[in-house]
């Protein structure tokens, strides 16, 4: 079944050194993704899972370092916390490709978007520009974007945000990446046409059998197209589970209050809870439980004392002490 | 339970003019709100859901005179809002207050909490410091910043992003307005935080159900489901369906409304692996130059040639109305 692995990480830290302190943002993560296999991170702004995602791909900011732990690739297990910026190169975009929040920000507002999509691949693959040009134009009709010779010609900004960020996607997967990390893909779009951009991305997932790591805060999202989910809070992953079983019954506190958090068009008004307080400050996390003062069952052992992620079942861990 | 009309919007339209007309009127417009009308009573309450662009914000603000209308009437319980000169436009301002999408920059970062919510008693009302003192605290009370003398002396940069909104609440409230627009009141919130705002925003509604109108606006049809009993569904300006929300949700009928319900993410795998899906296809056409007809014709499965000809006008079908003509003989 190890086989099967693609990407280990395992006890990861990612600090911040900010002029209030540390801030611990990835916090001491463990979690492994299999072939094929689509996993969500799910958690609010600043639970970190942002900063787990760039630090895969080795994109952290200046005041940013990975103080500890590793992330595996398989099949050969080399890991990229110590792979040279040169080598970490050729990992990025060939074997990990990813898709970026904003595609305003993280396309050149000066270049053609054909152009764009053609340069990652004549970077990795050495072809001819002619070549790449005709790729790029073939990835923008397999994104199903109409007239798709004349928009590679065009500029961003002549684009929609849909058409943008399906840009974006092409550029990620125009080297067939084995592991795709997609961070709040659809978060700057309509609801439309958030829909259909997921509908495309679950598509080629399976087309390619790429595996797939969705970093997000919408749990709506995530049912739709993630087999597993792990839960961050302030650093720290509080359940991680096979999706039917997570949504059917959540176990940790924290996953419990975040599906009444958020109203849907199927829950009555009544049903919307919320869970009291605010996350906290990462630079000072509560002592213990890091949810402790938010948790309606809090008890002396959580002030205390960190809970473990334990594995309860074949298909979920948990990382709370009503579980023990 | 409705006794009488407390808001009647007729007719209101807000266009944008764009380009630049070196004589005279530029002759392109952006028609942001394209005949909008509809009436809310006593006690009711109005969803708005639109996507980006919309018109959803432009309608409100437009209601609330913080844009000029282009043209249209609105009246609040009786009083013609676009006739009123800016003086008595000023003196009803209490009566009809907004709250916006994002807390922070709604509130003065260089004030406390107190003056911040005190302002609004010392230009509206005549009542003594020692008063409105106590009135900020009885406020703070009732929107869940307990204790309130821990607040009164923040900055706003000092609270997080729900006791923020909760100020803004609390100020809107202040003085009892008879219309309380809500505008994407959650979006800007952390996740587990935007539970509870809903649930403050319905406890103050039930509160004050004798002598209000809510209208709440938001891109998210379930947030309108739990605030409201009836919605507006926008597209580019226009109305394309009104009626109970619970209803719509069940079966729209505005194929653009099928679109955007179907759309919406669920969080449950059963539910959203198993449910059907509407084809999405085509591209938001632009305000500037929108296409003929019903502005949804070119994402529409079902467009017909009338479709592209003429703007269906608004019609009862069943418990709601609707524009298209999908519905008409």
């Given at each position: 079944m190890n086989d099967s692995r693609i990407l280990e990480i395992s006890d990861l830290k990612t600090y911040y050194y900010t002029s209030r302190g540390i801030v611990r943002a990835v916090d001491g993560i463990t979690l492994d993704l299999k072939k094929g296999e689509s996993l969500a991170i799910v958690g609010e702004s600043g639970s970190g899972k942002s900063t787990l995602a760039f630090s895969i791909m080795r994109l952290l900011p200046d005041n940013a370092r990975i103080v500890d732990g590793s992330i595996w690739l398989y099949p050969?297990?080399?890991?990229l916390v110590r792979l040279s910026n040169d080598e970490m190169r050729k990992v990025r975009g060939r074997r990990i490709g990813m898709v970026f929040q904003d595609p305003m920000t993280f396309l050149n507002p000066v270049m053609k978007v054909g152009d764009q999509i053609a340069e990652a691949i004549m970077y990795h693959h050495g072809c001819t520009q002619k070549v790449a040009r005709k790729r790029a134009v073939e990835l923008l009709e397999r994104l199903r974007i109409p007239d798709a010779s004349n928009v590679a010609l065009r500029y961003p900004h002549q684009l929609s945000g849909g058409m943008k960020q399906r840009v974006i996607i092409a550029i990620a997967i125009s080297c067939n990446p084995e592991i795709l990390i997609a961070d709040e893909p659809t978060t700057a779009l309509d609801v439309t046409v958030q829909a259909e951009v997921l509908e495309l991305l679950r598509g080629f997932i399976h087309e390619l059998g790429m595996s797939l790591i969705l970093v997000t805060h919408d749990l709506g999202i995530v049912a739709e197209i993630c087999d597993k989910v792990a839960i961050m809070y302030a650093g720290k992953i509080v359940e991680i589970a096979e999706t039917y079983s997570l949504y059917k019954s959540p176990k940790h506190p924290y996953t419990i209050g975040l599906l009444k958090a958020v109203p849907t068009v199927h829950k009555s008004s009544s049903e919307v809870g919320g869970i009291k307080g605010n996350p906290p400050d990462l630079v000072n996390p509560p002592a213990g439980c890091r949810f402790n003062p938010r948790c309606?069952?809090?008890?002396?052992?959580c002030l205390g004392e960190e809970p473990p992620l334990i594995r309860v079942n074949n298909d979920r861990a948990v990382a709370c002490w009503l579980m023990m | 339970m409705g006794t009488h009309p407390l808001l009647k919007v007729e007719n209101v339209k807000k266009y944008f003019p764009v380009g630049r007309a070196v004589f005279g009127r530029s002759k392109q417009y952006v028609k942001a709100v394209d005949d909008v009308s509809f009436t809310i009573d006593v006690g009711g309450s109005l969803g708005i859901v639109g996507e980006s662009g919309s018109g959803k914000t432009t309608l409100a603000k437009v209601i609330l005179r913080l844009l000029e209308p282009t043209s249209g009437k609105v009246y609040l319980d009786g009083v013609?809002?676009?006739?009123?000169n800016n003086k008595e436009l000023r003196k009803l301002r209490p009566k009809m207050q907004m709250i916006f999408q994002d807390p922070m920059a709604s509130l003065n970062p260089r004030r406390k909490i107190m003056h911040i919510i005190g302002q609004v008693f010392k230009t509206h009302t005549s009542i003594g410091d020692v008063e409105i003192r106590e009135r900020v605290v009885d406020l703070l009370e009732k929107v869940g910043l307990t204790p309130p003398e821990l607040f009164l002396d923040r900055y706003p940069h000092e609270l997080s992003g729900g006791q923020r909104q909760r100020v803004c609440i609390a100020r809107a409230i202040a003085l009892n307005p008879k219309l309380l627009i809500a505008d994407e009141p959650v979006s800007a919130l952390d996740v587990s935080v935007r539970g509870q705002i809903v649930k403050l925003l319905l406890e103050i509604y039930e509160k004050h159900i004798d002598e209000i109108a809510y209208i709440v606006i938001s891109h998210d049809i379930a947030l309108i489901k739990s605030l409201c009993k009836d919605t507006l569904v926008m597209y580019l300006g226009r109305v394309v369906e009104k009626g109970e929300v619970r209803r719509i949700i069940e079966e729209p009928l505005h194929p653009y409304s099928q679109m955007l319900i179907s759309s919406i993410p669920v969080p449950d795998p059963e539910i959203a692996r198993n449910r059907k899906r509407i084809p999405i296809g085509g591209e938001i056409p632009s305000l500037i130059n929108p296409p003929k007809g019903c502005y949804f014709h070119p994402r529409c499965p079902y467009v017909m040639d009338r479709c592209r000809e003429k703007t269906p006008s608004l019609i009862n079908v069943d418990d709601r109305l609707v524009s298209c003509y999908l519905y008409s003989e």
């Amino acid at each position: 079944m190890n086989d099967s692995r693609i990407l280990e990480i395992s006890d990861l830290k990612t600090y911040y050194y900010t002029s209030r302190g540390i801030v611990r943002a990835v916090d001491g993560i463990t979690l492994d993704l299999k072939k094929g296999e689509s996993l969500a991170i799910v958690g609010e702004s600043g639970s970190g899972k942002s900063t787990l995602a760039f630090s895969i791909m080795r994109l952290l900011p200046d005041n940013a370092r990975i103080v500890d732990g590793s992330i595996w690739l398989y099949p050969e297990k080399i890991d990229l916390v110590r792979l040279s910026n040169d080598e970490m190169r050729k990992v990025r975009g060939r074997r990990i490709g990813m898709v970026f929040q904003d595609p305003m920000t993280f396309l050149n507002p000066v270049m053609k978007v054909g152009d764009q999509i053609a340069e990652a691949i004549m970077y990795h693959h050495g072809c001819t520009q002619k070549v790449a040009r005709k790729r790029a134009v073939e990835l923008l009709e397999r994104l199903r974007i109409p007239d798709a010779s004349n928009v590679a010609l065009r500029y961003p900004h002549q684009l929609s945000g849909g058409m943008k960020q399906r840009v974006i996607i092409a550029i990620a997967i125009s080297c067939n990446p084995e592991i795709l990390i997609a961070d709040e893909p659809t978060t700057a779009l309509d609801v439309t046409v958030q829909a259909e951009v997921l509908e495309l991305l679950r598509g080629f997932i399976h087309e390619l059998g790429m595996s797939l790591i969705l970093v997000t805060h919408d749990l709506g999202i995530v049912a739709e197209i993630c087999d597993k989910v792990a839960i961050m809070y302030a650093g720290k992953i509080v359940e991680i589970a096979e999706t039917y079983s997570l949504y059917k019954s959540p176990k940790h506190p924290y996953t419990i209050g975040l599906l009444k958090a958020v109203p849907t068009v199927h829950k009555s008004s009544s049903e919307v809870g919320g869970i009291k307080g605010n996350p906290p400050d990462l630079v000072n996390p509560p002592a213990g439980c890091r949810f402790n003062p938010r948790c309606p069952y809090v008890f002396e052992k959580c002030l205390g004392e960190e809970p473990p992620l334990i594995r309860v079942n074949n298909d979920r861990a948990v990382a709370c002490w009503l579980m023990m | 339970m409705g006794t009488h009309p407390l808001l009647k919007v007729e007719n209101v339209k807000k266009y944008f003019p764009v380009g630049r007309a070196v004589f005279g009127r530029s002759k392109q417009y952006v028609k942001a709100v394209d005949d909008v009308s509809f009436t809310i009573d006593v006690g009711g309450s109005l969803g708005i859901v639109g996507e980006s662009g919309s018109g959803k914000t432009t309608l409100a603000k437009v209601i609330l005179r913080l844009l000029e209308p282009t043209s249209g009437k609105v009246y609040l319980d009786g009083v013609d809002l676009f006739s009123l000169n800016n003086k008595e436009l000023r003196k009803l301002r209490p009566k009809m207050q907004m709250i916006f999408q994002d807390p922070m920059a709604s509130l003065n970062p260089r004030r406390k909490i107190m003056h911040i919510i005190g302002q609004v008693f010392k230009t509206h009302t005549s009542i003594g410091d020692v008063e409105i003192r106590e009135r900020v605290v009885d406020l703070l009370e009732k929107v869940g910043l307990t204790p309130p003398e821990l607040f009164l002396d923040r900055y706003p940069h000092e609270l997080s992003g729900g006791q923020r909104q909760r100020v803004c609440i609390a100020r809107a409230i202040a003085l009892n307005p008879k219309l309380l627009i809500a505008d994407e009141p959650v979006s800007a919130l952390d996740v587990s935080v935007r539970g509870q705002i809903v649930k403050l925003l319905l406890e103050i509604y039930e509160k004050h159900i004798d002598e209000i109108a809510y209208i709440v606006i938001s891109h998210d049809i379930a947030l309108i489901k739990s605030l409201c009993k009836d919605t507006l569904v926008m597209y580019l300006g226009r109305v394309v369906e009104k009626g109970e929300v619970r209803r719509i949700i069940e079966e729209p009928l505005h194929p653009y409304s099928q679109m955007l319900i179907s759309s919406i993410p669920v969080p449950d795998p059963e539910i959203a692996r198993n449910r059907k899906r509407i084809p999405i296809g085509g591209e938001i056409p632009s305000l500037i130059n929108p296409p003929k007809g019903c502005y949804f014709h070119p994402r529409c499965p079902y467009v017909m040639d009338r479709c592209r000809e003429k703007t269906p006008s608004l019609i009862n079908v069943d418990d709601r109305l609707v524009s298209c003509y999908l519905y008409s003989e």
